[in-house]
């Protein structure tokens, strides 16, 4: 798997190299089924522009090798393969990423089962190291 690479800098100009595009693990909420989330860097937060199912024998990015600090969005084009959901949660216990649809009033974490509303942003996720 390849990933392009640009290059920014941080407060102290240190380069750092930004992934523009990052895949993660998305659980399902409805279906359990994890599918693989596509985040692509739009120059100011990653947005997660759609999501494949699991195809037999694939691999799942590697959650918790590498993890990514930034702003993350959701993109209007994304849905869940699994359920059609609009947009995604990251669970507040297990850190873990789960379909979420705007209309549903509480999120309940396909991983763990802890459930509540949805409130905040997502800062961090861990994703594919590459
Ligand atoms: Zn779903
Ligand atoms: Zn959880």
């Known amino acids: 798997m ?58 799942l990015p590697d959650d918790g090798a590498r993890s990514t600090k930034a702003a993350f969005e959701v993109s209007p084009s994304y849905r869940c393969p699994g359920c059609g959901a609009s947009s995604y949660v990251q669970c507040g216990r297990c850190r873990g990423l789960g379909c979420w649809d705007p209309t549903w009033e509480m999120f309940r974490c396909p991983l763990c089962g802890n459930a509540g509303a949805v409130n905040g942003t997502i800062d961090r996720i861990s994703g594919l190291s590459g």
Do not use: M
């Not at 380069?15 to 359990?32: G, L, N, Y």
């Open 2 to 59: 390849r990933y392009c690479s640009i290059e920014a800098r941080d407060r102290e100009g240190q380069p750092v190299v930004e992934r523009t595009v990052i895949f993660a693990t998305i659980i399902c909420s409805h279906t359990s089924n994890p599918t693989v989330g596509r985040f692509v860097w739009n120059g100011q937060a990653y947005s997660l522009v759609g999501a494949s199912k699991q195809r037999p024998g694939s691999i």
